[in-house]
């Protein structure tokens, strides 16, 4: 893995970091550009916006690794909040959520987290929306993936999502692509050893055209996970070859990265959803985002040396 890369995924574990960081004067403008705002209000306005300019949602109450119960239910809170927002504004139908199992209590005890999940569920079906459960570090897939299968015998529109830095990972995409499935296909964000993730970004790609055309072949809803702008091209014509119409699988891309290539695609016809992270605990979600691109940390840190 890339030296920096390393640092800044270690730095997200970091407490005294995350303080300086999160108490420095400038921090929170320059958060703006990946992150939508802290409060119910701020996701509801931006999914506004994206739904006005052809696109559609999926919305993150930003949060993770929780090991305090009270935590864990405040989230499960603040998604019904946001589900009840989204139907009440009339936008159920562009905008669904995503969910972080070690928000909402994996960390304690995975049965708290399925069962906090199914009321996130319950709370989705009854707004007309759907639920994504987003996939964490390597250590909770298995556990993950068993949350899903279960919730998925209650409300069987629950997402996955899968990395394509993982060895493991093309066989799970086989196995998840049957009827009814829809699982969300990225490179994945996390430091991972070598004994279960490729380090190398070139195999990470090659394994995504793999994992792409796995999901592809079979019978379920792809969506599709990056920025990469040889991969979407890819993505497009591997489409094609497997007789996918556009409406059969989607392009999914971050709040504020490559806004343009968001529009571009909608433009031709694709579905494309953009994943909108909101709220106060957004210290985690924007170093990874630093980790992906060395660009971006300059500009963070000239952003809070600046003033
Ligand atoms: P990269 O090779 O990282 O980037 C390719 C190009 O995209 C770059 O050259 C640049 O032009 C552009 N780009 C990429 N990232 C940035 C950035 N941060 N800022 C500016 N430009 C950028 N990961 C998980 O582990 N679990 C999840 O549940 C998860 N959910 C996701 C949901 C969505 C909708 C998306 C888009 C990503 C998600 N990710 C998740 C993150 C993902 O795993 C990657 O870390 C991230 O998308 C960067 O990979 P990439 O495919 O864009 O390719």
């Known amino acids: 893995m890339n030296p920096l890369r390393s640092l800044i995924l270690a730095a997200a574990g970091n407490d005294v970091i995350r303080r300086a960081v999160a108490t420095a004067p400038v921090s929170r403008d320059v958060v703006r550009r990946f992150v939508a705002g802290e409060t119910t209000a701020d996701a509801v306005g931006a999914t506004r916006g994206l739904v006005d300019a052809g696109l559609t949602v999926t919305l993150d109450y930003l949060g993770e690794d929780t090991t305090d119960e009270g935590l864990a239910e405040q989230t499960v809170h603040a998604y019904v909040e946001l589900l009840d927002a989204l139907h009440e ?37 009854r707004c007309g929306t759907t639920v994504t459960l987003d996939m964490e570090d390597h250590t ?16 069987p529109w629950v997402g996955a999502v899968l990395q394509s830095y993982l060895h493991r990972t093309v066989d799970d995409c086989a196995r998840l692509a049957g009827p009814g499935s829809r699982v969300r296909l990225c490179k994945g964000a996390y430091a991972e050893p070598a004994e279960v993730a490729y380090q190398d970004t070139h195999e990470v790609d090659l394994s995504y055209v793999r994992c792409l055309n796995a999901l592809l072949a079979g019978d379920g809803y792809p969506m599709f996970a990056t920025h990469d702008p040889r ?34 695609l909608a433009g031709l016809g694709h579905t494309v959803r953009v994943y909108v992270p909101y709220g106060v605990q957004w210290y985690g979600y924007l170093m990874r985002r630093l980790a992906e691109r060395p660009a971006n ?6 952003a809070l040396t600046s003033r």
């Open 140 to 155: 909770t897939t298995d556990s993950t993936l068993r949350v899903l299968a279960e919730l998925r015998g209650t409300y």
């Open 231 to 264: 991969l979407v091209p890819i993505v497009g014509a591997r489409a094609e070859f497997h007789g996918r119409k556009p409406g059969s699988f989607e392009f999914q891309m971050l709040y504020g990265i490559r806004p343009d290539e968001q529009r571009r």
């Open 297 to 302: 940390t300059a500009f963070f840190l000239r």
């Open 89 to 125: 504004h009339g936008l159920a139908d562009r905008a669904e959520v995503s969910v972080k199992l070690s928000a909402v209590g994996q960390l304690l005890d995975e049965r708290l987290a399925a069962e906090n999940a199914a009321r996130i569920c319950a709370a989705a079906q």
